[in-house]
Every structure is written in C-alpha cells, then in structure tokens.
C-alpha cells in the first residue's frame, strides 16, 4: 500500500537537476550568442519578450515553475492519470487538423498566443506515462503477443498522426520507445529484425532497386547451397530462408520507393540521397528542378538542399580546438546558418568554444544519460523504471541525431537538441519528462502502480 509523504531535499537526485540546469543555461547563452548584436539594450528586448533568447529564458522560468510544481505533486497522480493523459494528447493531435498552424510545412502547431504548442512534441510524455502503465499492471504478461501488440500500439499510434502531420523526425522518437519494451521482456527478434529492414533501407540509398534484388538472390541461393543438407533434416530451414528472401525483395522494391515518395517529404528525401552522393531517383528530374529553383528563391540562401549543413559544418569547423570566443562567431553572428537558434543550435557552441566545447557539453549529455539509466535500475517499481528508461530513450535520440545533423552524418529532419534548441514546446517537454523522472524516483522505495 502506497503511503504519502513529503519529499525533501535529500530525495530528489540532485545530479539530474544539476545537469538539466547547466546543459539549460549553456543552450540559452548559445541562443544569445547568435542573435546578440552590439549596442542594443539586452534589457529593453529581455523585458520586451523581443528575442528569441529573451523568450527562451522566459520559457526557462516557466520550467522551473513547472519542475517545483512536478516535485511538489503526490507520486499516485502520474500514476493515476497516464491513460487520461494519454487520451488528452492523441486528441490534441487530432486538434491540429482542425485548428492547426503551419510552420516549416508541418501543420503539427496549436498557436496559443505566447507560444506555439506542439502536440506530437508532448505527447512523448503521455505515451511514455502510459506504456509505464499498461507494462506495470499486475494483470500484464509481456511474454503474450496480446500484451506485445498493445503496448507497440500505445507507442506508435503517434507515429500515424506524426506522419499525417509532416513530421517525419518526431515520428522515428516513437520508436525509440522499443528500449524500454526490450528492457522489459520484448523479444529480440523483433529488434534484430527491425535492424535488419533498417539494414536493407541504407542498402537501398546505395543501390538501385534491381540490383539489391538481384543482390539478395543470389545471397538467398548461397544460403540454400550452403545448408542444403542441414535443410534435409529440418524442412523448416528452406522455409525461413524463402519467407526472408520474398519480404527482403518485396521491402526493397515496394516499401523504400514509397517511403520515398509518400512519407518523407521531399527535401527530406533529396538530403537522404544526396549524402550517399546520389540523385533522388523517386522524382520527376524537371519537377525536381523546379522546385528547387523556388526553394532557393525563397530561402535566398545556397543552391542546393545541402546548404544548412555545410553552413553548419563550415561554422563548427572554424571554431578549431578552443573555439573562437563568446559572442566573437563571425557564421553564426553572420546568420549563414540557417535554424541555428533551433535545429542548429550546436553550430554556435561548436565556432563559440570549439571541439573542447563540443566535447564538455557531449559529456555533459552522457553523464545525464548514465544517471538516468543507474536511477532506472535502482526503481523497485516497474511503472518507474519503465518510465525512466523512456526518458533515456527520447533524450539520447534527440541527441545523437542532432549532432548527427550538424555534422553531416544523418539526413536533417527537424530534431532539436534538449534543453539546448529554442522552443517552448521542446524546453518545456524536457523539462516535465526530466522532473516527473526526479518525482517519481524520490519515492523509489515504493512499489508505484
């Protein structure tokens, strides 16, 4: 039985709140290096709400007014109220299509005044409140596929509406939600199969459908030489090896061209192919053209979708080993980089404070990701740990591919970098995801429901 108490200070995992503070305030001074011009009054515009570091700091103090609440509320309401919760955000997403705003392409925002809310932003929280839910019921057997199939369908329903939507990148943050299924008895197979499409869709970046058919052929025909007279003794064999080779085909031939086509946008699509050093084969060549004459027009800024990024990487890369200095980033202060007060916001640390920089706040990422694991491990309660290991999920995603982003390594698809990009609905979801984690872990030596 549940026994309410107060929290005090020697509850709450002081390591957490500290590095949510650092890693928040070095995001806000890289924001204000990037809009900060001499000779204006930073009081007049902090005050105004006139700039984008104004706001942000503004939405840091509604996080910490947040994060008090959070840690002042009893542990039974996040326990209580997930499928509630749950139900608010997926019909918050459904809003969107009604009274939804259009940002960057995405029809993903509900304008509320002060601040654009995004409701496949915070519904992370929801979905991971209600998978620590539906995982920590008594009635609950995680080894069934019924029990599989629900929890998979609390996670990725989102996914239909972040498509529907125009955002790709906060669709795959969904996925990430299989860690914490794996740490619960999920079977492996269905990663190891999920890698293995993963696999075949970088295979298809590289290689024109026919020939990693062809491809795939062949290595099905070997696998069949090869075990030819273990497959006497085991039918089963010749079964398994036809049924991978059909879908492999089928995945190649149908499934990446219409990812390609219907499901990534296509300046998404153009950035994909074009880090593999191809053309986007899915397009009309003189349509393709076309628009991205109207693009650039319209940006006014490079000649090719590759352009944020080799803004990017030409600002980090003139940061050099110890940077060039606080407030002295001639490309980001120059505003070559485009979104680099939001997706970008790495470019600024990166020519501010250079690979040392980069290094420090890397750690920094990985010392709160280590603490979130050891608090997760150390929870008595399924809904706390289930809780803690999708909050480690979200953050090292949004993490990995972001920087990834930065540096030309993954294709740019709109992820921001916690605590760090400005936004309210971002800040304000890492902060109520981070703080919730903290509550819950104050009461670690109950067994929460």
Known sequence: MYQKKNINANDKDWVIIWLYIIISI????????????????????????????????????????????????DSKFFTATPNILYIIGIALMGLTFVVGKNVNGSNSWIPL?????????????????????????????????????????????????????????????????????????????????????????????????????????VLALMAIYF????????????????????????????????????????????????????????????????????????KGKGDNENYNVKQS?????????????????????????????????FTSLGENFGFVGCTILMMLYLGLLLRIVFVAERQRSTFSRVYAYSVAAIIFFHVAINICMTIGLAPVIGITLPLMSYGGSSLLTFTILIFILVRLDADRQMVLR
Request: aromatic share 12%; proline share 4%; charged share 15%.
């Open 26 to 73: 070095i995001g806000l001074l890289c924001i204000f290096s990037v809009e900060y011009r001499a000779n204006e009054n930073i009081i007049k515009n902090i005050m105004g709400l006139e700039k984008n570091y104004s706001k942000q700091l503004f939405f840091l103090v509604i996080g910490a007014v947040l994060a008090t609440f959070i840690l002042l509320t």
């Open 113 to 217: 005044g002060f601040m654009n809310l995004q409701p496949v932003e915070t519904c992370k929280i929801f979905t991971a409140l209600a998978l620590a839910k539906y995982l920590s019921r008594p009635e609950t057997d995680f080894t069934k596929s019924r029990s599989q199939l629900i929890a998979s369908g609390i996670c990725f329903l989102p996914v239909v509406f972040s498509l529907l939507q125009n955002e790709t990148g906060l669709a795959l943050v969904y996925f990430t939600f299989l860690l914490p299924m794996y740490r619960e008895g999920f079977p492996p197979i269905y990663l190891i199969l999920g890698a293995s499409f993963g696999v075949l869709l970088v295979l298809g970046l590289l290689l024109p459908p026919f020939q990693l058919s062809l491809g795939l052929t």
């Open 227 to 298: 075990l030819k007279r273990r497959m006497k003794r085991e039918k089963s064999i010749l079964m398994v090896i036809v049924s991978g080779w059909v879908i492999s085909v089928v995945f190649v031939g149908l499934a990446v061209p219409f990812m390609f086509k219907h499901v990534f946008q296509k300046y998404q699509a153009d950035r994909i192919f074009s880090m593999v050093g191809r053309d986007n084969p899915y397009v009309d060549k003189d349509s393709s053209q076309v628009t991205a004459v109207i693009t650039t027009t319209k």
């Open 313 to 345: 990487k030409i600002a980090i890369g003139s940061g050099g080993l110890l940077g060039k200095g606080f407030l002295k980033g001639t490309q980001t202060q120059g505003d070559f980089v485009p979104e680099q007060h939001t997706d970008f916001i």
